[in-house]
């Protein structure tokens, strides 16, 4: 089993739509919660962190933490076509955190 | 302007050719990773240095070499016993990120460099 499981994917919508991205964690050594996002043959850049458990808000971006039920996840309201690419939960433990652990990566497809 | 370059950005191998991929940061970064990325899978992790002329071995490790002579640069030859060596090599430098929690870091990624056995 992986440490860190996102839903496969891919996902389409429409403009406008509302998005959940969700992950699971199974190890709860992990302390730090990240949402990364990559386009298409680009690296990977940081979209979101989140360490207490309950919501955090950035614009159109929430993400959730719920460490009793070792779950993250990315809201993304009102959708752009610009929000069009994989995203990526990555999880840290305090010790060695630069080791970071990826999930597989969900792909999103925002259509006009 | 700070931040991470790799090159090539498309990079093709013979069959029992080793080829060395560059990574180059100038963001004043003691952590440097190397990470392979295959279609609809995450990041595995190839080698990691945390500081110069020292590096560890990752997740995937066999069949690639790395060097850290210097703080900017980290290199990764990716020698002719890597059996399955066409993928998309991203290259990052990790920094602390103090003040977010515990355990926080914070990655920044090169464009990625594409390699092909052909």
């Known amino acids: 089993q992986k440490e860190v499981e996102q839903d496969p994917g891919p996902l389409s919508v429409p403009e406008g739509a509302i998005v959940s991205l969700n992950c699971t964690y199974s190890?709860?050594?992990?302390?730090?919660f990240m949402w990364y996002r990559q386009y298409s043959r680009k690296g990977p850049e940081l979209l979101m962190y989140t360490y207490s458990s309950g919501n955090k808000e950035d614009g159109r971006f929430t993400a959730q933490l719920n460490r009793a039920s070792q779950y993250i996840s990315l809201l993304i309201r009102d959708s752009k076509l610009s929000d069009s690419a994989t995203y990526l939960c990555?999880?840290?433990?305090?010790?060695?955190?630069?080791?970071?652990?990826f999930g597989d990566g969900t792909t999103l497809t925002v259509k006009p | 302007d700070g931040g991470i370059t790799q090159s090539p950005k498309y990079l093709f191998r013979k069959e029992g050719q080793n080829v060395t991929l560059s990574c180059e940061q100038n963001?004043?970064?003691?952590?440097m990773y190397w990470y392979r990325q295959d279609p609809g899978q995450g990041l595995r992790l190839i080698y990691y240095?945390?500081?110069?002329?020292?590096?560890q071995k990752g997740d995937i490790a066999e069949g690639y070499s790395v060097s850290r002579e210097k703080k900017e640069s980290f290199p990764l030859t990716v020698t002719s016993a890597q059996k399955n060596p066409t993928a998309f090599y991203l290259c990052?430098?990790?920094?602390?990120?103090?003040?977010?929690?515990?355990?926080?870091?914070?990655?920044?990624f090169g464009q990625g460099t594409r390699l092909t056995v052909v």
């Open positions: 990555v999880v840290n433990q305090v010790t060695n955190a630069g080791k970071s652990t």
């Open positions: 990052a430098s990790i920094s602390r990120a103090p003040g977010r929690g515990p355990g926080s870091t914070e990655a920044f």
């Open positions: 190890n709860s050594a992990f302390q730090y």
């Open positions: 240095s945390q500081i110069v002329n020292d590096f």
């Open positions: 963001l004043n970064h003691d952590a």
